[in-house]
T-cell receptor, first 113, second 117 residues
Framework: TQLLEQSPQFLSIQEGENLTVYCNSSSVFSSLQWYRQEPGEGPVLLVT?????EVKKLKRLTFQFGDARKDSSLHITAAQTGDTGLYLC?????????????FGQGTELSVKP | DTGVSQDPRHKITKRGQNVTFRCDPISEHNRLYWYRQTLGQGPEFLTYFQNEAQLEKSRLLSDRFSAERPKGSFSTLEIQRTEQGDSAMYLC???????????????FGPGTRLTVL
């Protein structure tokens, strides 16, 4: 069974601080997606990483896919209150591309002014 | 271009009743997925379709759950004889799989929040 472990589960920081969220597995994934979810809404896709070692930047957010495609990280620089939300990583199985996503349990981020 | 839409957004029902949810995917997307999310957890896969064919069902999907996508466009998820444990957010997603063996991004709808009393 493929599992994705996210850490930390909860993170409360002050505006302007930096943070990193980790997503780890013992399994290899063909691609990995990061989503952000607000309460009562569906997840919104932030980025997809496909190649081992790949780094993608989205304004103050930096996403990295591990060389072995088993782990990923999300780094936020100078967090803002608008970054508050649930961050989810989700992987697509090595032999199931385009099929179901395996989700981590999420990281609840709270950025205080 | 509209995104994935789901109806209703909220449903409150009594234990033992049947409920049906609808999902309209992004128009050109050939794959449609159903997930369930409980509080404090990430979404869990239930089932998915390519066009009208149901390709995979999770063991989470008991006999009381059935999903259809009759014309390869919208999909319905029905839960019969609801139980309190069915209370959750039901999420629909769609994607365009361009070629066999390729990868695709899934885009989610706003979800249907089910409360079983």
């Amino acid at each position: 069974t493929q599992l994705l472990e996210q850490s930390p589960q909860f993170l409360s920081i002050q505006e302007g601080e930096n943070l990193t969220v980790y997503c780890n597995s013992s399994s290899v994934f063909s691609s990995l997606q990061w989503y952000r979810q607000e309460p009562g809404e569906g997840p919104v896709l932030l980025v997809t990483v496909v190649t081992g070692g790949e780094v993608k930047k989205l304004k103050r957010l930096t996403f990295q896919f591990g060389d072995a495609r088993k782990d990923s990280s999300l780094h936020i620089t100078a967090a803002q209150t608008g970054d508050t939300g649930l961050y989810l990583c989700a992987g697509s199985g090595l032999y199931n591309q385009g099929g179901k996503l395996i989700f981590g349990q999420g990281t609840e981020l709270s950025v205080k002014p | 271009d509209t995104g994935v839409s789901q109806d209703p957004r909220h449903k409150i029902t009594k234990r033992g009743q049947n409920v049906t949810f609808r999902c309209d995917p992004i128009s050109e997307h050939n794959r449609l997925y159903w997930y369930r999310q409980t509080l404090g957890q990430g979404p869990e896969f239930l089932t998915y379709f390519q066009n009208e064919a149901q390709l995979e069902k999770s063991r989470l999907l008991s006999d009381r759950f059935s999903a259809e996508r009759p014309k390869g466009s919208f999909s319905t998820l029905e839960i019969q004889r609801t139980e309190q444990g069915d209370s959750a957010m039901y999420l629909c997603a769609s994607s365009l799989l361009a070629y066999r063996g390729g990868w695709s991004e899934q885009f989610f709808g706003p979800g249907t929040r089910l409360t079983v009393l």
